[in-house]
């Protein structure tokens, strides 16, 4: 069982629209979370960080976290075709030296 | 100038050559990271460092080498490319467990 799963898509969904990205993680001992986004061919940009139950606003994104689930998703309102990437997932380790990356959901925005 | 520098951008090496890939930060973080990625694998972790005589092996450490020559700089060798070792290779900082990575603009390895 790998320690972070996410769905990898495509995702597509028309401009406007809300974008829901799922991950799930095995480890319960887990404390902090993070999703990221990446262009094609370019390096991961951290978007989101979590760390309690519950929802978590920044813009027109939402990080929503369920330990007892262990499952941590984001949600885009508003889509635009700028939000057009990969999102990868990324919990941290047990000792919390590491974190493990989900292998990315690709969304595209269609305008 | 980027937090987080790394050279060479893009490589192209013989299969059993000797080549280095290097990180160096600004960012005054302690903890540095190398990570690689490929299509459908994600990114894997192979080498990380706490500290310049901390070194830590990762979970594909198998063919990578790595030194810590001080806080800022943390390079990856690859002893003997190999093929599959063809991939996208990036480095990464960080103050701690609670706080994200900052990623390098990353290089792109090719072994033929």
């Known amino acids: 069982q790998k320690e972070v799963e996410q769905n990898s898509g495509p995702l597509s969904v028309p401009e406007g629209a809300i974008a829901s990205l799922n991950c799930t993680y095995s480890?319960?001992?887990?404390?902090?979370f993070f999703w990221y986004r990446q262009y094609s061919g370019k390096s991961p940009e951290l978007i989101m960080s979590?760390?309690?139950?519950g929802d978590k606003e920044d813009g027109r994104f939402t990080a929503q976290l369920n330990k007892a689930s262990q499952y941590v998703s984001l949600l885009i309102r508003d889509s635009q075709p700028s939000d057009s990437a990969t999102y990868l997932c990324?919990?941290?380790?047990?000792?919390?030296?590491?974190?493990?990356f989900g292998t990315g959901t690709s969304l595209t925005v269609i305008p | 100038d980027a937090d987080v520098t790394q050279t060479p951008r893009n490589r192209i090496t013989k299969t059993g050559k000797r080549i280095m890939l290097e990180c160096s930060q600004t960012?005054?973080?302690?903890?540095m990271y190398w990570y690689r990625q490929d299509p459908g694998l994600g990114l894997r972790l192979i080498y990380y460092s706490f500290d310049v005589k901390d070194i830590n092996k990762g979970e594909i450490s198998d063919g990578y080498s790595v030194s810590r020559q001080a806080q800022a700089k943390f390079s990856l060798s690859l002893e003997s490319a190999i093929p599959n070792q063809t991939a996208l290779y990036f480095c990464?900082?960080?103050?701690?467990?609670?706080?994200?990575?900052?990623f390098g603009s990353g290089t792109r390895l090719t072994v033929v």
């Open positions: 990324a919990v941290t380790s047990n000792t919390g030296n590491q974190f493990y």
């Open positions: 979590i760390y309690s139950n």
């Open positions: 990464a900082t960080s103050q701690g467990g609670n706080y994200g990575y900052t």
């Open positions: 480890d319960r001992v887990s404390q902090s």
């Open positions: 960012k005054g973080h302690d903890r």
